[in-house]
């Protein structure tokens, strides 16, 4: 079939069905001047999992609580950062473009709808449509301006870098995670927002978004406007929200920029990005901390890393990241430390890659629990994949995430579908253990 007939076919397709499916990746149709792409990712794993708790432990050093509940391994099949989406645009003239994308989670082995744990709460929907980057946008050749929801530009900036990605391994266990838990604030989409990406000049690219807080309350204690849930995570305390439900992570204003250089097998990236006014009172339990100790203050991130491919076939990355809180008691001060991330490839003939990685939290300047804690931690990751094709695959992944006394930090965080945390049935939190899952999965791209 000829270009023009290929082209007549996909718009009668496209009127007719609503969809088009074809065997070619990304799927294409033009209606009328608009050129349209339907592309997707599946992605389907069988794990198992143990938060290390015993029958007869205590969520020491934070009380002397017992463990209770299903404790051990426990399997599971989990869907992973699947996702559909369309994208599309019209030429202008001039060199403009009109541009647009909508794209949404698919849960393949989940039902829709919040999510719900002894750690956390999520009101928002994942598989409505448009839940994931959407956007629309002006694009020429100095560069493309878009308004919508987006991976923000720090979070982008290394993705390539983390060959364990959506798996357990995921390097975001650590890399972004401020305090440990299942969502990495410097990881991250963020709505409402505007962005800039800069075309190649001479293998540099800069890209910087901008998302307003929309928060009525001065301490961003409210849900943002047009917003289901607290902006940085979470479920609001009470729906409508009211002043002081927001409390555990919220921010307003968010800035995120990234440069990036790629030349032959050389990929260099730095990152900044800054969330203003994060309110973690949640955490003021007096008598320690004190009120105040914890605060509403601005956290921000930066990060560089490097990515190398030899001429064995090997590709090697590194990641060194520091994360800032200006709390006003150091003390009470659990999402202040460094981080590293070193990870290497190696491709075995045309079809299979053995993966291998490490993340390493430093300690942070206190816990608003205990005080100055011992919470370190080093996830040890190590994988297999074999491509039947460029579209199909399938892999295995073992993760092995050792806490120091005081961190807890989890595994699966921003892509598993199921995640590990510090939490037993009661929803208590049980730190200083050693996490352990293993997943097999197969992946699918059209």
């Not at 020491?60 to 992973?80: E, K, M, V």
């Not at 300047?365 to 074999?386: E, F, L, Q, R, S």
Request: net charge negative.
């Amino acid at each position: 079939m000829n270009r023009h007939r290929c082209a007549l076919a996909c718009a009668l397709a496209f009127a007719t069905t609503g969809a088009f499916a074809q065997a070619s990746a990304p799927t294409t149709a033009v209606v009328a001047d608009t050129l349209i792409q339907l592309y997707g990712h599946l992605d389907v794993s069988i794990d198992t999992a143990t938060k290390g708790i015993k029958a007869g432990d205590t969520n020491a050093p934070f009380g002397s609580t017992p463990a209770t509940g299903r404790l051990g391994w426990q399997p599971d099949i989990s869907s992973n950062l699947s996702y559909v989406g369309v994208r599309g645009g019209r030429d202008l003239g001039a060199g403009l473009r009109a541009v647009f994308q909508f794209e949404t989670q698919i849960d393949v082995s989940a039902t829709p709808g919040g999510s719900m744990s002894s750690a956390s709460s999520d009101t928002s929907v994942k598989g409505a449509l448009a839940s994931r980057n959407s956007y629309l946008g002006l694009a020429s050749p100095w560069g493309a301006l878009k308004a919508g929801k987006t991976d923000a530009p720090y979070k982008l900036s290394t993705a390539r870098m983390d060959p364990f990605s959506a798996t357990v391994g995921d390097y975001n266990s650590i890399i972004g995670n401020t305090g440990g838990d299942n969502r990495a604030e410097f990881d991250t989409r963020l709505s409402h927002a505007a962005w800039y990406e800069s075309p190649s000049f001479g293998g540099f690219h800069v890209d910087a978004l901008w998302a307003p807080g929309q928060n009525r309350a001065s301490d961003n204690s409210e849900t943002a406007s047009g917003e289901p849930d607290c902006t940085g995570g979470n479920t609001p305390a009470a729906i409508p929200s009211t002043t002081g439900t927001c409390t555990d992570g919220s921010f307003g204003t968010a800035y995120s920029i990234a440069g990036r250089y790629e030349a032959g097998p050389v990929y260099a990236i730095a990152a900044y990005e800054k969330h203003k006014g994060v309110n973690r009172t949640g955490d003021e339990v007096p008598p320690f901390p004190a009120a105040g100790a914890v605060g509403v203050v601005d956290e921000q991130a930066m990060k560089a890393g490097i990515q190398y491919k030899l001429p064995t076939h090997t590709t090697l990355n590194a990641i060194y990241e520091r994360l800032t809180r200006h709390a006003p008691d150091p003390n009470a001060n659990e999402r202040q430390h460094n981080a590293f991330w070193l990870a290497a490839t190696q491709t075995i003939g045309a079809r299979d890659d053995i993966n291998v990685g490490w993340a390493h939290a430093g300690q942070t300047p206190g816990d608003p629990n205990v005080g100055p804690v011992d919470n370190k931690a080093n996830m040890y990751t190590a994988g297999y994949k074999h491509h039947f094709d460029q579209r199909t695959n399938w892999y295995a992944v073992y993760a092995r995430q050792v806490n120091h006394t005081g961190a807890h930090y989890d595994l699966g965080a921003s892509g598993h579908g199921i995640t590990t945390d510090c939490h037993d049935a009661d929803g208590h939190c049980f730190p200083g253990k050693t996490l352990q899952a293993l997943s097999v999965g197969m992946q699918y791209n059209f």
